[in-house]
């Protein structure tokens, strides 16, 4: 892509803010003045707002203070003028219901500090799972210079002598404890080797792969994403962070000018290659439609489907992003896609380089953490995306966390109305179940839980874990967390609570999986599913009020994004009128 930097020196959005001598001027610079601000910080130069979701809620960001001063470095060594903004934070392990209900609001609120204050660029320091795509989001829809940098992950952790991976090990403990080969002592000290520094999830989880999925975009610098969090290189990236916006604001490069249809393409081909969470594709459908960018799932079926998992990481492999990072990280398997001839090579980056002038000189040092492509987890990695008169708009699966003989399956229905209803009956030994059924679990979506929690990967009866038996197809409209694995049917569209015919499953209905030719098949007539919908009727009851109502009100389908309808497409970032 060719792109032509803007003439510089100009006058900058933040000079109706701080440049002149007006009242309003004054009014806006002198109070900035209260905290020692020299003068000439305010002559013009860029003014750099660090978006910094830091929470002490946020376990994964509550590194970022230190990283925020390292990106104010930068900034000031590359002559522009940083200001840090604390922005919503989503706490993927403290927030109830679940995080995503709040990705929208957290990109709603910092799309209008953005909009709002005196900003030209923005640098988006961020981390755990929601942070990433709600700030991406905001920058989409505002169109101001922005580059992601962010916190990095965990170190490894060990047990027994086993690696530990944050998230993965603790559904794998959790079923162990059911199955009687794990004690609940071992299950609590296992807990301490879990997440043992700063950082997100150390295996190639949601937060790993939004980080991934930023580089891969052109959105970070490249080689930003597996840096882990407490290794020194983690802070030359965020202080060589801070110095590329500073001249990306005098460049005027803008999201709008990197996120194209080519690099969203660019990102689904790395995000099969790394066996990347199957959050990426709700969270990179919503991007696109804040930057205007027609990406549907049909787009990642089509590009992921002939792309091998190449790097072997938990969940889908043995290793962890420590090890990912020490075989070359995320350049290499770039490299590798293009080599391939499935990256759009002159895709734009914030660098100002391309996507392949800034990889195809970088070397793989462990090929037994970043594969050849003829030892690959999977020939065809990627995201699955299923259809039928199940899922009509669609469901997902992860083939590499998936067990290959049940990629084609026809089994039972065990029906679980709510996450309540799964609770109250999948350890009584009198559930009729057995590892030929499949579990169908109903009203997870994005209003039914409400917000769409990662409760997908439903744990098995222990009856049948004490068989040994370790994975069942499972069917929801809810998500899976990115460090979970299992052959299981994902963010079936239309979700049960806006009358899908997953609403409309009965105990004992014969369901087929057929991965291979895409299909998702309730074993009924049209006429049966036809009667049963027209006597549905929805047993959620809608918020009363705040932003639950709104949320309820508003959300899209997990399809499109389960983006909020009224923030869809790009708003710009218009100064607007003082008031004072």
């Known amino acids: 892509m060719t792109f032509k930097p803007a003439a510089w020196p100009r006058k900058l959005r933040s000079q109706t803010w701080f440049g002149g001598t007006s009242k309003d001027n004054i ?35 509550a590194h970022l203070n230190d990283l925020a001063q390292r990106v104010k470095h930068g900034i000031y060594e590359a002559g522009g003028f940083p200001v840090e903004v604390p922005v919503f934070s989503a706490s993927e392990s403290a927030f109830r219901p679940t995080a995503m209900m709040f990705r929208n609001l957290a990109a709603m609120a910092v799309e209008e500090q953005m909009r709002g204050q005196p900003m030209d660029g923005c640098v988006l320091l961020v981390g755990c799972d929601k942070t990433t795509p709600s700030l991406l989001m905001a920058a989409a829809s505002t169109d101001l210079p922005s580059i992601v940098v962010t916190g990095g992950p965990m170190l490894n952790g060990y047990y027994k002598n ?52 930023a580089e891969a975009l052109g959105m970070a610098l490249s080689g930003n994403a597996a840096i882990p969090a407490v290794d020194s290189r983690r802070r030359v990236m965020a202080q060589l962070t801070g110095r590329r916006i500073v001249q990306m604001v005098k460049d005027d490069l803008k999201p709008s000018d990197i996120l194209t249809k080519q690099a969203f393409e660019n990102a689904i081909r ?31 079926d089509r590009c992921g489907r ?12 043995k290793y962890l ?121 109903k009203n997870c979506g994005p209003k039914g839980y409400p917000g769409m929690a990662e409760v997908g990967n439903m744990g098995l009866p222990p009856k049948v874990l004490r068989k040994g038996i370790t994975d069942m197809v499972r069917i929801s409209d809810a998500r899976m967390s990115g460090t979970a694995y299992g052959t299981v049917v994902l963010h079936t569209s ?44 929805s047993r959620v009851t809608p918020p009363a009020s705040g932003y639950a109502l709104l949320h309820h009100q508003h959300v899209q389908g997990a399809d499109t994004g389960a983006d909020l309808d009224f923030l869809k497409g790009c708003r710009g970032n218009p100064v607007g009128k003082d008031s004072h």
């Not at 991976?165 to 080969?181: D, I, Q, R």
């Not at 002939?306 to 492999?317: C, E, F, K, W, Y």
Request: charged letters at 20%; proline letters at 5%; aromatic letters at 6%.
């Open 27 to 61: 009014y806006h610079r002198g109070w900035m003045k209260n905290q020692g601000f020299p003068p000439d910080l305010f002559d013009g130069r860029p003014v750099i707002g660090i978006l910094n979701t830091w929470s002490e809620l946020t376990p994964c960001n």
């Open 162 to 213: 086993e690696r530990v991976g944050s998230g993965t090990h603790l559904w794998k403990f959790s079923e162990a404890v059911k199955a009687g080969t794990m004690t609940k002592e071992e299950f609590v000290e296992a807990e301490a080797s879990m997440s043992r520094s700063p950082g997100s999830c150390n295996t190639m989880g949601t937060a790993s792969t939004m980080a991934s999925m």
């Open 270 to 300: 790395t995000n099969a290659a790394i066996g990347g969470s199957t959050n990426a594709v709700i969270h990179l459908l919503a991007i696109a439609g804040r930057v205007g960018i027609d990406l549907t799932l049909e787009d990642w």
């Open 306 to 317: 002939d792309v091998p998992t190449i790097v072997n990481l938990l969940p889908s492999g």
């Open 321 to 441: 992003m420590e090890e990912f990072f020490y075989a070359g990280g995320l350049p290499v398997v770039i490299k590798r896609l293009g080599e391939a001839g499935l990256l759009h090579r002159d895709a734009l980056t914030v660098s100002g380089e391309t996507a392949w002038d800034q990889v195809k000189d970088v070397q793989n040092h462990n090929e037994d953490v970043i594969l050849p492509a003829a030892k690959a987890l999977t020939q065809s990695g990627g995201v699955v995306v299923v259809k039928g008169n199940l899922a009509p708009k669609g469901a997902v699966l992860k083939p590499s966390a998936a067990t290959p003989a049940l990629m084609t399956h026809r089994g039972r229905a065990v029906v679980f109305e709510d996450i309540d209803d799964y609770k109250a009956k999948i350890n009584d030994e009198a559930l009729d179940i057995d590892e030929t059924c499949v579990m169908v679990l």
């Open 494 to 537: 239309p979700e049960a609570d806006a009358g899908g015919p997953l609403a409309v499953v009965q105990n004992g209905d014969m369901i087929e999986l057929d991965v291979p030719n895409r299909r998702l098949h309730l074993d009924i007539s049209d006429a049966e599913l036809a009667a049963r919908l027209a006597k549905w009727s």
